[in-house]
């Protein structure tokens, strides 16, 4: 059975703050899929405009096991059309890209067994690819005699797959609350390259005792990869761990990130000067509290921030756009992060400081599990919402109009840079950015060796909203910097061109 409730903004009780006004919530919707559980782990932009989401949905958890979710919708959130994958017992979707080719590929785990406990499920690695309509061309799994799944999936610039996640983890599903009861095993951060088809290039395992949670293709073809780590064998005090390394995988560098608590990074995005990071930390004996962590280039930490109130926090995604940070999570958990908690987005500037935030409670609990800014500067998000036993997947849109100086009491900035669309892109893509007053303007296309390829504008323009038409013309596929700098703003973009 398929429904789908709508959500009128006025009726859902939304908290803000006094730092500054919260974007509006221009549309928030319920997304029944089932009877049972229905939940949202990723959501990405689509060429079209719209959005893509991946998690996982039981039909009947009386019956039946959880299948992989592959929800698309338009850009206002209605459903286009709905997919669910199953392999054997228990499959989820926990990371989702478009490709070149306007299909989609989704990372997760599917796991084999059968309960009770005298027969354990293990949990392999799964990728799936599939085309624009969600039908499946392909599948693949990974690993070995333990417990493995892929957490964090992109398209690189070869058109192949870098994912990460752990190899044989003491569990046979993510964690999301590290704490003092954790008993860390022999686990592994994991890396895993393939090419277009989904067969493996290489892999990589990481320190001993620790989890991979997010890989990022970086601006010089290499990857950086956030989690955590248990650096000491007599305890399980966790750390924030975070590995750069080349484009083989090798290491480059690990940094641990952490002191007495209990940390560990979900997410990790790489800016024009560094790496930011969002994740959790728990002093002993204390709730959670959301964390916000940036590092320059080489890993060292610049500042940590921590985020929330009395009760547990965290924060599973960040995205990096306009020289400001967008974190999504849940807040006023109960001793666990997860439970009878609320939906959570805020936004902070380059330092760490809270400009903004937004609470939403509707059920008992309500967790939002990954956000993005959207292309036209707004904010789309998704999670689950439960009232029990059983939940739905959850998505909203937030948007901020600017103005006025006088009629706008936050500006996102002076001047905005916004994300190049499409992209993945062809041959062509639209480079969009907003002066607040007229100035001096250099726009340039770089290669991710830092040369320019071209010149788009120098000079004086004028106040306002521009776009502009970039062809590639003769470059080949990879990774491009566009670069925009106006009156000591600083931006950059990363964008994919695949031929």
């Not at 700098?485 to 964008?495: A, F, L, P, R, V």
């Given at each position: 059975m398929k429904k789908l409730m709508i959500i009128l903004t006025m009726l859902i009780p939304v908290c803000g703050n006094s730092f500054a006004q919260a974007p509006d919530t221009l549309w928030s919707k319920i997304h029944a899929i089932t009877i049972d559980i229905d939940e949202g782990k990723c959501v990405r932009q689509t060429n079209d405009g719209g959005y893509i989401i991946t998690g996982s949905?039981?039909?009947?958890?009386?019956?039946?096991?959880?299948?992989?979710?592959?929800?698309?919708?338009?850009?206002?959130?209605?459903?286009?059309?709905?997919k669910t994958y199953g392999k054997d017992f228990f499959e989820e979707g926990l990371s989702v890209a478009q490709t070149s080719d306007q299909g989609f590929i989704i990372?997760?785990?599917?796991?084999?067994?059968?309960?009770?406990?005298?027969?354990?499920?293990?949990?392999?690695?799964?990728?799936?690819?599939?085309?624009?309509?969600?039908?499946?061309?392909?599948?693949k799994t990974y690993g070995g005699n333990g417990n493995d799944y892929c957490t964090s999936i992109q398209q690189t610039s070869d058109l192949g797959y870098i994912m990460t996640g752990t190899t044989n983890a003491e569990y046979c599903y993510p964690k999301y609350e590290i704490n003092e009861d954790y008993e860390p095993g022999a686990s592994h951060a994991w890396l895993i390259k393939t090419d277009a088809k989904g067969d493996t290039l290489w892999t990589k395992a990481y320190h001993e005792r620790s989890?991979?949670?997010?890989?990022?293709?970086?601006?010089?073809?290499?990857?950086?990869?956030?989690?955590?780590?248990?650096?000491?064998?007599?305890?399980?005090?966790?750390?924030?761990?975070?590995?750069?390394?080349?484009?083989?995988?090798?290491?480059?560098?690990?940094?641990?990130?952490?002191?007495?608590?209990?940390?560990?990074?979900?997410?990790?995005?790489?800016?024009?000067?560094?790496?930011?990071?969002?994740?959790?930390?728990?002093p002993e004996g204390k709730p959670y509290n959301a964390l916000l962590i940036k590092t320059d280039l080489s890993g060292e930490v610049l500042w940590s921030k921590t985020f929330g109130g009395q009760l547990s926090d965290v924060a599973f995604s960040v995205d990096v756009s306009d020289e400001r940070y967008f974190i999504t999570g849940s807040t006023n958990g109960t001793w666990w992060v997860t439970a009878m908690s609320d939906m959570w987005a805020?936004?902070?500037?380059?330092?760490?400081?809270?400009?903004?935030?937004?609470?939403?409670?509707?059920?008992?609990?309500?967790?939002?599990?990954?956000?993005?800014?959207?292309?036209?500067?707004?904010?789309?998000?998704?999670g689950m919402t439960s009232g029990g036993f059983g939940g739905d997947l959850w998505q909203a849109k937030l948007v901020q109009e600017p103005t006025s100086v006088e009629d706008n009491p936050l500006r996102i900035t002076d001047y905005l840079l916004n994300q190049n669309y499409p992209n993945?892109?062809?041959?062509?893509?639209?480079?969009?950015?907003?002066?607040?007053?007229?100035?001096?303007?250099?726009?340039?296309?770089?290669?991710?060796?830092?040369?320019?390829?071209?010149?788009?504008?120098?000079?004086?323009?004028?106040?306002?909203?521009?776009?502009?038409?970039?062809?590639?013309?003769?470059?080949?596929?990879?990774?491009?910097?566009?670069?925009?700098?106006?009156?000591?703003?600083?931006?950059?973009?990363?964008?994919?061109?695949?031929?």
């Open positions: 949905c039981v039909p009947d958890g009386l019956i039946s096991h959880a299948d992989v979710l592959l929800l698309k919708t338009d850009a206002s959130g209605n459903i286009v059309w709905t990372a997760g785990r599917c796991v084999t067994g059968s309960y009770p406990i005298i027969d354990p499920p293990v949990s392999d690695a799964w990728l799936l690819k599939t085309d624009a309509n969600g039908d499946t061309l392909w599948t989890h991979g949670n997010c890989v990022d293709q970086t601006f010089d073809g290499g990857y950086i990869i956030v989690g955590w780590i248990f650096p000491d064998e007599p305890d399980n005090q966790s750390d924030v761990l975070l590995i750069k390394t080349d484009s083989s995988g090798d290491t480059l560098w690990i940094k641990t990130i952490g002191g007495d608590d209990y940390d560990a990074g979900f997410c990790v995005r790489q800016t024009a000067d560094g790496y930011v990071i969002a994740g959790q930390t728990k805020f936004e902070t500037d380059v330092n760490g400081n809270l400009i903004w935030e937004r609470i939403y409670d509707i059920r008992f609990t309500d967790i939002s599990f990954s956000g993005i800014q959207s292309s036209d500067g707004g904010y789309v998000i998704t993945p892109f062809n041959a062509a893509t639209k480079i969009s950015f907003y002066l607040y007053e007229a100035t001096s303007v250099s726009l340039k296309i770089y290669d991710v060796l830092g040369r320019v390829v071209e010149t788009l504008i120098e000079g004086p323009m004028s106040a306002g909203y521009h776009d502009i038409e970039w062809n590639s013309l003769n470059l080949p596929s990879g990774i491009y910097i566009c670069r925009l700098e106006s009156n000591g703003y600083t931006k950059t973009i990363k964008m994919l061109l695949e031929k």
